[in-house]
């Protein structure tokens, strides 16, 4: 599925200068400064500050210094509240120093893809290629430098084959470590945690932990040993569809790692049951071949609810509805925030379509207007407090109050949340085309460019287009990530997975809107695998195996999902609070809210789990009860209806109207 010509975003807000972004140029070559650099990718650690802060590569945690790089094979830690893996350096590889004294002391992205990363330590003579899922370390030793293995543990011993090709290192932490290399070298033991080469070295050098799985995984390490990655793409090549192809060198077959999502999506594959890496994501497992096709289940994008809403529950939704609707008032004080605007207005979109829904018509001149007046001005940049401005530096939107603060708008200006705050407004926008068409075309290039933001799905060769790739998405986790250019040691992270699933939900209407199939594919494809992922690692059902058996038994819901890390507790709210925990994963409350929480059973424990929260000492907020509610409905309408009825407020992105909408469309056709 090649890229539409119209995501080329044809429209550019005014040029920002913000005072708060870093330096790409500190990390990145200079050939790509010229292109649109990632911003929320996993490997941004590596280009923020110092660059020395690890990411997670699966199976290992990669950590850089200036001339050198460390490899982690993370054991978990686990309490009831959090699950982590630590950077412990169990393996680290430092070059000599290069023919150019004056070299950079930092490391370089000389390159960058989907799925994989090339590092330069031009000052060491030493290019790693780093693919996720790989479990080999590849490393590209040039001028015949010598090198230095070290690690924090102790070397117990130290062995070589005949050849000097292979070298067997057993340290005191129980790892076995293999090295490979292209051609002969001459290790040996230096201390007791030093090994060196004697000599110099041009090739390629492999480092592998034997994984503890079985005792077949040196024959099969040794088996692979020879083919390596150096980049990965993936594609839609067609609806719900991603397809995984690696370039590769070196001969034979290439051995890589699935997670669990893509063993389960994973079609027609050479999958290594028994060859196991442990990690924080679930067991890592071989698949054999340089080309995976993932095939999601196909999610039905649609405007209204999948079952409607029967006639005689029909008066009660127009009666909340009209109410709604006459306390729209775009002359009113509102907030500059780009985050409560964006809810603001899809909340008020939504109404439209409850409207349909409920054929109560008479309502939507009115909505209609005030949409108009409230989108416009965001569009056309008339909106004084806050709008939209590109950032030429990495390629991007950014927002006038997040420009010259990194904590404006919820870090918007550093990228964060891109995809949260745009999908808020791509529904409206989506909700507007669709009711009318004029104003739809005139405005298709400011939507097409907020779309861009997030939806790019142009590679930065021979590419137009002035937006990144796929913002907030991660090919491999298959999921997105909300954080931007801001250095975390737990590496990426993302706490609301319902949001997400709205940006990609708003894009897939937004091409249904316009009649681009294409972006609705894609965006449809985005979406299902997102709701696969929130399933698998936000959604923590009784009987899961996902994570340790502690952590589990007290935690229905993932709070923020790390790229190392699982916290129950959320950037606004503790772990105790619990209908935050909840709401965070349900809001905005959507069609599409019926995929993600189609299990009836699982969303009867997460109530069950949180209900008891209500009861807290000093109140909760009616707004949070609401979400509470939603889910209880799936399974207890009648009762859940009173408690309904009985709320003093609604969250500032739902209302009355939207909470009976759901309820009573609810297996509607069933009662």
Known sequence: MSSSSEMNAPYLFPRSDSTVLPDPSRFFSHELLSSPLPTNSFFQNFTLKNGDQPENFHPYLIKTSPSSLSISYPSLTHNPAVIYQAFTADITITGSDGPDPHSRKTHLISSFSDLAVTLDFPSSNLRFFLARG?????????????????????????????????????????QTWLIYSSSPINLVKNSGSTINSSGGFSGIIRFVVLPDSNQDSESTLDRFSVCYPVSGNADFTKPFSLEYKWEKRGYGDLLMLAHPLHLKLLSNDTVLENFRYKSLDGDLVGVVGDSWVLRPDPVPVTWHSLNGVKEDHRGEIISALVENVNALDSSADVTSSSYFYGKLIARAARLVLIAEEVSHLDVIPRIRNYLKNMIEPWLDGSFGPNGFLYDPTWGGLITKLGAKDSGGDFGFGIYNDHHYHLG???????????????????????????????????????????????????????????????????????ESTSEAVNAYYSAALLGLAYGDIEVAAVASTVLSLEIHAAKMWWQVKQEDTMYSSDFTAENRVVGV?????????????????????????????????EILFSDVKFAKQLVDWTLPALDREGGVGEGWKGFLYALESMYDKDGTMVKVKGLKGHDDGNSLSNLLWWIHSRNSGDD
């Open 134 to 174: 790989s479990p080999f370390i590849t490393c590209s030793v040039s001028n015949n430098s010598s090198i230095t293995i070290s690690t924090t543990h102790s070397v117990l011993s130290l062995s070589g084959n005949r050849s000097s090709t292979k070298y067997t290192v057993k340290l005191n932490n129980n």
């Open 424 to 494: 808020y407004f791509l529904y409206a926008i989506a909700v507007l085309v669709k009711i009318d068409n004029l104003w739809g075309k005139k405005y298709k290039p400011q939507a097409y460019t907020l779309m861009a933001d997030y939806m790019t799905l142009e590679k930065k060769k021979n590419s137009n287009s002035v937006y990144t790739r796929l913002r907030c998405f991660d090919f491999f986790k298959l999921h997105s990530w909300a954080s931007g250019l801001t250095e975390f040691t737990d590496g990426r992270n993302q």
């Open 561 to 593: 999902l790390w790229s190392t890390k699982r916290d129950s507790g959320l950037w606004f709210a503790p772990k105790e609070w619990k209908e935050c925990r909840l709401g965070i994963q349900l809001l905005p409350i959507l069609p599409v809210s």
